[in-house]
T-cell receptor
Framework: DAGVIQSPRHEVTEMGQEVTLRCKPISGHNSLFWYRQTMMRGLELLIYFNNNVPIDDSGMPEDRFSAKMPNASFSTLKIQPSEPRDSAVYFC?????????FGPGTRLLVL | AQSVTQPDIHITVSEGASLELRCNYSYGATPYLFWYVQSPGQGLQLLLKYFSGDTLVQGIKGFEAEFKRSQSSFNLRKPSVHWSDAAEYFCAVAPPGAGSYQLTFGKGTKLSVIP
């Protein structure tokens, strides 16, 4: 198995632009999590899905952030418009029972 | 609300020395407990986990952790550190039982290894 796949691995954009991060979970995993990691705040849970349904989005910073999971093999995290304070590493993780498996992350820089 | 404390932000050890990374949690019941490792530029990799049973848990890469209920601790240990162990280590907890598998992470401990 290829593990959790995220794309792009790096993204540099300008303030105000739309950014879309993509995640392909491990086949057969029923839950998917989006995290953000910064030096100041550490790892923060943004949102998670169970069987493609959003369960808890209380960690989503504001309305500029949205996430979708149209099917069991694909999820997106969108930021529109992006701001410099959104610069971070964004991780996707999928779950086999109680254990989360993380993707390599997308490093986002908003100028 | 549950919380995880990793009191050591940065630890430096010599190669071949033993290692112990501390983790304390605050939770009403015994949660599920995890240790993850993150190498530079990489995602988090699961080292080991504890759900119930034997309080000494063996993981990958020669790591082990011991759950101590009385101290609300789940410390990670390795008898002899290798240079490749230099990374950041995260302790995490999740509510016990089936259902939500939301993890709460500690702030992490960065490990440096002196050759």
């Amino acid at each position: 198995d290829a593990g959790v796949i995220q794309s792009p691995r790096h993204e540099v954009t300008e303030m105000g632009q739309e950014v879309t991060l993509r995640c392909k979970p491990i086949s057969g995993h029923n839950s998917l999590f989006w995290y953000r990691q910064t030096m100041m705040r550490g790892l923060e849970l943004l949102i998670y899905f169970n069987n493609n349904v959003p369960i808890d989005d209380s960690g989503m910073p504001e309305d500029r952030f949205s996430a979708k999971m149209p099917n069991a093999s694909f999820s997106t995290l969108k930021i529109q418009p992006s701001e410099p304070r959104d610069s971070a590493v964004y991780f996707c993780a999928s779950t086999e029972r109680e254990t989360q498996y993380f993707g390599p992350g997308t490093r986002l820089l908003v100028l | 609300a549950q919380s995880v404390t990793q009191p050591d932000i940065h630890i430096t050890v010599s190669e071949g020395a033993s290692l112990e990374l501390r983790c304390n949690y605050s939770y009403g019941a015994t949660p599920y407990l995890f240790w993850y490792v993150q190498s530079p530029g990489q995602g988090l990799q699961l080292l080991l986990k504890y759900f119930s049973g034997d309080t000494l848990v063996q993981g990958i890469k020669g790591f082990e952790a011991e759950f101590k209920r009385s101290q609300s601790s789940f410390n990670l240990r390795k008898p002899s550190v290798h240079w490749s162990d230099a990374a950041e280590y995260f302790c995490a907890v999740a509510p016990p039982g089936a259902g939500s598998y939301q993890l709460t992470f500690g702030k992490g401990t960065k490990l440096s290894v002196i050759p």
